[in-house]
């Protein structure tokens, strides 16, 4: 039977030489997902596993269940495939096209500075390509080491804990376990403030200064963080030091012109809320419409939450919410596209990994 490793001889010609195991690494980079197309079958397959997840929902099973199958399926899908089609490429979803470009350029990085035996590739946690899907190129290619990095700065149950449930649903399969690394949040990471604080100083460069800038992140259900998810609290975490640091550059030669921000210019608040129950607040788009209804008619908005673009920014933040500031009485709104594949980002995500590929090293 032939070895699923391969071992080379240190020294050529000595029969006594050891033979040396060659270690495989496996980045394994995780999203959300998307549907395979933006049609009401695609939207509703895509759905059902999404919110049949018990992380997603936490409602009794059997009540959900019949919510979700007799009502939520048959009315959501048409009206979610709409908006797909708003924001789809000729490429496939922007999700997945934007995780590809990240997926590349991560791996270019990381084979040039830890050489061909690490490889990197992406899965969707809903969706194609799927997580098991990708673990299992990993374990046909020998991966000895895996590093699972979603892609959610903020930990959350419903989005990181939900990843490590599949990884580890498909890991029981496997006979033989390699070493696991799961970085589990990397909302105060230096380098993605430093991408963040970025982004925006490249926005106010190009549009000037507005009234606002508001950081609206994913919502969650209030009950999630009084039964201890630390969600809120990694978001205000990622707020407050992006407002330092946009502070500490306010009267550097970073801007074309000197600014004064001060702590009110900040904003934070909570979007894509769903069903009746109390979420985290403020809410973004009620929110916006007060900022309009008080006067402050030109906003800027970001989502640090978001690693790359998607429905939930493309068409809520770029459109829907815009519309809500304008018909409020607001003249001028920007949405701060995501960190997408911008090089600061790429980096900040090889910096994220580098602890966990030194140590395997």
Known sequence: MKSRFTANN???????????????????????GSPAAPTTGAVRKYLREFLSDPRVVEIPRLIWLIILHGIILRIRPQKSAKLYQT???????PLLVISRAQQQKV????????????IVDIAMRYGEPSIPSVLQKFQQAGVDNIVVLPLYPQYAGPTTASTFDAVSKELKKWR??????????????????????????EHLNEHGTPDKLVLSYHGMPELFYQWGDPYYD?????????????????????????????????VMTFQSRFGKAQWLQPYTD????????AGHKHIAIISPAFSADCLETLEELEHENRDIFIEAGGEEYHYIAALNDRDDHIQAI????????????
Do not use: M
């Open 87 to 93: 924001v789809w490429t000729e490429q496939g979803a």
């Open 234 to 266: 990694f978001c205000k975490i990622t707020t407050d030091l992006l407002k330092k640091e946009l502070l500490s550059r306010s009267d550097s030669n970073l801007l074309s012109e000197k600014l004064h921000l001060t702590d009110d210019f900040f």
């Open 107 to 118: 791996a270019a990085q990381l084979q040039q500075k830890y050489g061909q035996d690490v």
């Open 10 to 32: 240190n020294n050529v010609g000595d029969n006594n030489a050891n033979s040396k195991k060659v270690f495989k690494t496996g980045v394994l980079l995780t999203n959300l």
């Open 286 to 293: 009620e929110t916006l419409e007060s900022l309009a209804k």
């Open 350 to 361: 090889v910096n994220i990994l580098a602890p966990k590929l030194n140590a395997i090293k």
């Open 176 to 201: 033989y376990i390699p070493n696991i690394s799961f970085i589990n949040s990397y909302h105060n990471n230096k380098s993605y403030i430093n991408a963040l604080a970025n982004t925006v100083i």
